[in-house]
């Protein structure tokens, strides 16, 4: 017999408690049982329902006064505030690739987080002052940034970024962090450096005020300004997401232990949970100060994305990232919930679009990348949503208002009429997806009283989309009103989808001025519409095996028992867009080879308009 055979049932416990989910060993754990399915864009995920997403820049190479004034094709890294009743979003900006020189940071404000302004230069190419020749420094500069606001205990925001040597802004290539308030006039005070690079130069210069193009803080006359800077350097927490540029040679971060992109949030319980980079979590319980050694969460599939995590207004939890393990195809963006911070589930699509890459450039990853919503003390938006901004191929910048709590299903019927919504507001439980060029809004009914949705494009690579999830069955009438202002150019396509995103009903108001839908692989073309005039369509789905569905327009029926074009057991959505079903680029698309701008990527085409009104939806036997 071993002798130490009656040790191993102590053994055994031993690693069964450091494993223990909620400690340090698995600080958080994903017990669902949904994966993404990497061969199409919405990753076969539910949805969580009545996300708004809307495009705030557009980029525009040719005409970029239509844009940011720039013009330049590169842009990522967001960051989220809302102060002073106003959002606040900052990203950084390069002409083409990313971590080639020159790189400026820009901040565009909403009032309502649907409406957005022009975006402005905050954070300029970085110039050194005259005569300060740094030989690591040929390449020129750029910036980089993990953290962009901060509210101060006294009521100032600072606005922040990270100044630093191309190629490379870490350790030595790392000049250091810039600082400087935004008033509530909407201007913003001078530019100073709050904390330089703790790491020399390569030929050993260290930074400071005589090397640098920007003054320290403390020579700010200022003291609101000079207690806010104060209040931040000492919050050790907040600070702590300034680690992956500069590793603090000089002891700043107490020799904590981190890894890339930190977001974190407070669990009901008092501790913090750190959350980085593939997969990465801590645990402090001292708000802060020190941290448990970082471990990869098994259970969060991820890649080099950022991920997000907070506590929402609903009292519970959400995680938000891109759960697969690829870092040039960042899609779709999800998010998982829980009650304590600790177990989360239901992995659910927060953005589900990929439109094409108009504009290629270095390490521009595909599809929605690094997500990041409003950290803890930098302010509160009206309602219970949560706000996530995030870039779209490296290229434009989105932002996505989540309502709290955040849910899958639906029960009861759908009668939505739109008649008691606000105009240019939101529209409650629908999904909704709105470039610049291609927005979805509530709208006067035309030549009626009453509402109505309103989705327009002149986009020439993506569209507008509207989702409205409903009661899952296998039985389903639906209704709607459909009205195109013109039937030469744009399409729309109405679809049915399973809980996958499979689309078994398919019907399509075509740029021939022709309304199509399919029966089984067959397209028919059932009857010509008119611009300005309302067409009453009701769907009747039998979606059991060898289902088949009744299509009536205005009350006639011009399709009975018409094959699905795909089997399914049950629907569960009805999508609206102005433009076909894509799912490419795809897993396999070449995402760094070089190529031209997409024809007419800068240019609006003849502009598409449809309404959409009085959508019912039921369960019938």
Same mark, same amino acid.
């Given at each position: 017999?071993?002798?130490?055979?009656?040790?191993?049932?102590?053994?055994?416990?031993?690693?069964?408690?450091?494993?223990?989910?909620?400690?340090?060993?698995?600080?958080?754990?994903?017990?669902?049982?949904?994966?993404?399915?990497? @061969?199409? $864009?919405?990753?076969?995920?539910?949805?969580?329902? *009545?996300?708004?997403?809307?495009?705030?820049?557009?980029?525009?190479?040719? $005409?970029?006064?239509?844009? !940011?004034?720039?013009?330049?094709?590169?842009?990522?890294a967001s960051n989220l505030c809302y102060w002073n009743n106003t959002f606040y979003q900052q990203y950084l900006s390069n002409p083409v690739d990313e971590h080639i020189a020159p790189g400026q940071t820009l901040v565009i404000t909403s009032k309502d987080g649907r409406q957005w302004g022009k975006p402005e230069v905050v954070f300029p190419p970085y110039v050194p002052p005259t005569g300060v020749t740094i030989p690591d420094s040929s390449n020129g500069y750029m910036m980089h940034q993990r953290m962009g606001f901060y509210v101060a205990p006294n009521g100032r925001l600072l606005v922040l970024a990270f100044y630093g040597h191309t190629e490379d802004p870490f350790g030595q290539g790392g000049i250091g962090r810039v600082v400087r308030e935004a008033y509530k006039d909407g201007t913003y005070g001078p530019i100073y450096f709050i904390r330089y690079s703790s790491h020399p130069t390569l030929n050993g210069i260290r930074w400071n005020e005589t090397n640098t193009s920007y003054p320290f803080y403390k020579k700010a006359t200022d003291t609101g300004f000079l207690d806010a800077?104060?209040?931040?350097? @000492? !919050?050790?927490?907040?600070?702590?997401?300034?680690?992956?540029?500069?590793?603090?040679? !000089?002891?700043?971060?107490? *020799?904590?232990?981190?890894?890339?992109?930190? @977001?974190?949030? $407070?669990?009901?319980?008092g501790?913090?949970?750190?959350?980085?980079?593939?997969?990465h979590s801590a645990l402090s319980s001292d708000n802060g100060l020190t941290f448990s050694d970082p471990v990869k969460v098994p259970t969060l599939i991820m890649a080099g994305g950022k991920q997000w995590g907070q506590r929402t207004d609903d009292g519970r939890y959400a995680i938000c990232y891109n759960p697969i393990e690829m870092d040039e195809h960042r899609f779709p963006l999800a998010l998982i919930t829980g009650d304590d911070g600790i177990l989360f589930d239901n992995l659910l699509i927060v953005q589900g679009e990929v439109p094409p890459r108009r504009f290629f450039g270095r390490w521009k990853d595909f599809g929605p990348c690094y997500v990041r919503g409003i950290e803890e003390g930098n302010g509160n938006p009206p309602g219970n949503d949560l706000w996530l901004t995030y870039s779209m191929n490296?290229?434009?910048?989105?932002? @996505?208002?989540?309502?709290?709590?955040?849910?899958?299903?639906?029960?009861?019927?759908?009668?939505?009429?739109?008649?008691?919504?606000?105009?240019?507001?939101?529209?409650?439980?629908?999904?909704?997806?709105?470039?610049?060029?291609a927005p979805v809004s509530v709208v006067n009914t035309p030549g009626a009283t009453g509402k109505c949705l309103e989705l327009s494009d002149k986009d020439p690579y993506d569209y507008a989309r509207a989702i409205r999830v409903f009661e899952e069955g296998n039985r389903i009438e639906t209704k709607l009103r459909i009205q195109a202002s013109q039937?030469?150019? *744009?399409?729309?396509?109405?679809?049915?989808?399973?809980?996958?995103?499979?689309?078994p009903v398919r019907l399509r108001f075509d740029e021939k001025g022709s309304i199509v839908a399919t029966d089984g692989s067959t397209e028919k073309h059932l009857q010509a519409y008119k611009p300005g005039q309302w067409y009453d369509l009701t769907f009747r789905v039998n979606a059991s095996p060898n289902g088949n569905y009744d299509l009536a327009i205005d009350g006639k029926t011009v399709l009975e028992k018409a094959a699905l074009a795909e089997a399914v057991k049950s629907v569960e959505r009805l999508s609206v867009r102005t433009g076909p079903y894509r799912d490419l680029p795809n897993r396999k698309t070449p995402n760094e080879e070089p190529g031209p701008p997409l024809p007419g990527a800068d240019e609006a085409v003849t502009p598409a308009v449809y309404y959409l009104d009085d959508v019912l939806i039921k369960s019938i036997k």
């Open positions: 017999m071993n002798p130490y055979f009656f040790l191993l049932p102590v053994f055994f416990c031993s690693l069964q408690a450091q494993a223990q989910t909620g400690s340090p060993a698995e600080p958080v754990r994903y017990i669902g049982g949904e994966t993404v399915d990497p @061969s199409v $864009h919405e990753g076969r995920l539910r949805y969580a329902v *009545g996300v708004e997403s809307r495009q705030t820049l557009r980029v525009n190479h040719t $005409h970029p006064e239509l844009a !940011d004034n720039q013009g330049w094709t590169y842009n990522h800077c104060n209040a931040l350097l @000492s !919050d050790k927490l907040m600070t702590f997401q300034w680690w992956d540029e500069d590793r603090g040679l !000089d002891g700043f971060y107490g *020799g904590k232990k981190a890894r890339e992109a930190l @977001s974190y949030y $407070h669990r009901k319980d501790k913090v949970v750190a959350l980085w980079k593939r997969s490296k290229e434009d910048i989105w932002i @996505s208002r989540v309502p709290t709590p955040v849910r899958y299903a639906v029960s009861g019927p759908v009668m939505d009429s739109f008649d008691g919504l606000t105009l240019n507001g939101g529209v409650p439980d629908w999904n909704i997806y709105a470039p610049k060029w039937n030469t150019t *744009g399409m729309l396509e109405i679809d049915l989808t399973d809980r996958y995103g499979n689309r």
